[in-house]
């Protein structure tokens, strides 16, 4: 099925789309608020979908190897370095 009708997108896709960037958007907000990321995950790349941690590794190479080994997609997921401490950019 063509994903474009018209010029424009097939109402359905576009809703699926719609909702997965809130979700992600709603994860990300999750991820920046999280204290218990900080202490239980220091040091390690985290997967979140759905305000809840599906996935924990050291090595960004190994989430993605056991995300293809399950048949799952990236894109589907907050992905999260987590540091001590969020970031700060001195301008």
Avoid at 26 to 53: C, H, M, N, P, Q
Avoid at 72 to 82: G, L, M, Q, T
Wanted: aromatic residues 10%.
């Amino acid at each position: 099925m063509s994903l474009l009708i018209k010029g424009k997108l097939d109402s359905n896709l576009e809703k699926e789309l719609l909702d997965r960037q809130h979700s992600l958007r709603e994860d990300y907000k999750w991820i920046a608020k999280s204290r218990k990321l900080r202490t239980k995950y220091y040091g390690k790349f985290v997967l979140v979908k759905d305000k809840e941690v599906v996935y924990s590794e050291k090595s960004v190479y190994t989430l993605i190897r056991k995300l293809n080994k399950e048949g799952k997609n990236i894109s589907d997921f907050a992905v999260h370095y987590v540091r001590e401490r969020p970031a700060c950019l001195l301008l």
